[in-house]
């Protein structure tokens, strides 16, 4: 099964305010776009994913996501994360060659490709399916089959509201890059000694980060 691939990003200078104890504002729109810009490039080389689709209404992100290959979708129902998610979705499920979707976390740093690959592989059984991140209360990546709706509900405690519209929750064994989002100075040092791409390793570079 081929998947479209349908990452989120909100505009980077509101982007991971919780990294402030970490990262202050001058660079967090930088880490950001990091994040970002790994995690499109590593889905991309996922055998599973045909393309990836960025939300977002940040030009520079946008511009720079483009140049790895994604596509862009402006976020226009501009209602938050969920309502931008079903806009896309839709407007990916609507094209002729349509494929299977999947909402996966703009800040997954250290994603390997394998690892998506096998997250997918265990989705493709299912109608809606999700994988919960790594301190098991959210979610990161969420899918619906071909003719499927998406059905998002993103934000705090979304791997129970997940559960609880029907999705499956996913258990495909050790596919920690996929669950490793960053929201914190903890989960960033977390992604580090997961080993993160090269974008987020350059700003990293700059901070005073130990994997310890």
Do not use: Y
């Not at 979707?101 to 997918?120: F, G, K, Q, S």
């Not at 990546?141 to 996913?170: C, I, M, Q």
């Amino acid at each position: 099964m081929q998947w479209i691939l349908v990452v989120p990003l909100k505009p980077l200078a509101q982007a991971k305010s919780r990294l402030s104890d970490t990262a202050d504002d001058g660079l967090r729109p930088g880490l950001a776009l990091a994040f970002a810009q790994d995690t499109v490039a590593a889905a991309l080389e996922c055998p599973a994913v045909r393309d990836v689709v960025v939300v977002t209404n940040d030009a520079l992100a946008a511009r720079e996501l483009a140049a790895l290959g994604a596509g862009i979708v402006p976020d226009q129902p501009r209602d938050g994360l969920n309502a931008a998610l079903a806009h896309a979705a839709a407007a990916v499920g609507s094209s002729r060659t349509a494929a299977s979707v999947a909402a996966l976390n703009a800040d997954l740093p250290a994603l390997r490709p394998p690892e998506l690959a096998r997250v997918l592989d265990s989705a493709a059984a299912f109608p809606r399916a999700f994988l919960a991140d790594a301190a098991a209360l959210g979610t990161t990546l969420l899918t619906a089959s071909r003719g499927r709706e998406l059905r998002p509900f993103f934000g705090p405690g979304s791997r129970a509201r997940h559960r609880a519209s029907g999705a499956v929750e996913l258990f495909p064994g050790a596919v920690d890059s996929v669950r490793q989002d960053v929201d914190t100075g903890d989960d960033l040092r977390a992604a580090l000694a997961l080993g993160v791409g090269p974008r987020t390793a350059e700003v990293t570079a700059r901070l005073l980060i130990t994997e310890q």
